[in-house]
């Protein structure tokens, strides 16, 4: 087909700095991104200039609140991939992700 196709892609070792953490791609991608502890998490995906959504997979219900809370993106998931909304509403992230370039009312605007 013609046009742009990304196929189910997974990239790891992922670093802030690095491209593919600072730059969205939308499409059945994933990122990870390791970290030690806790707090390195939460700075890693708060330091990131785009805010979709992030999930964590945890056997903690305190790790897992505390992620929830201190976490500055759009979407949360607790032991599930990003949560995808209802399609009768819409969703704008937060941070890069935020209004896009068509700013808060989308399409609306033309």
């Known amino acids: 087909k013609e046009g742009n196709f990304v196929g189910p892609t997974i990239f790891s070792g992922v670093r802030p700095g690095m491209s593919v953490y600072e730059q969205e791609i939308f499409g059945p991608v994933l990122c990870i991104v390791e970290a030690e502890t806790m707090d390195e ?3 890693i995906t708060n330091a990131n200039p785009n805010g979709n959504g992030t999930a964590i997979f ?5 790790a897992a609140r505390k992620f929830e809370e201190e976490i500055e993106v759009g979407q949360v998931g607790i032991n599930v ?6 399609p009768l509403f819409s969703f704008t992230g937060s941070r890069g992700s935020k ?3 068509l700013g808060p009312y989308g399409k609306q605007v033309d």
């Open 41 to 43: 998490a939460i700075a």
């Open 58 to 62: 945890t056997q903690s219900g305190a």
């Open 81 to 86: 991939p990003i949560p995808v909304p209802v």
């Open 99 to 101: 209004l896009g370039d």
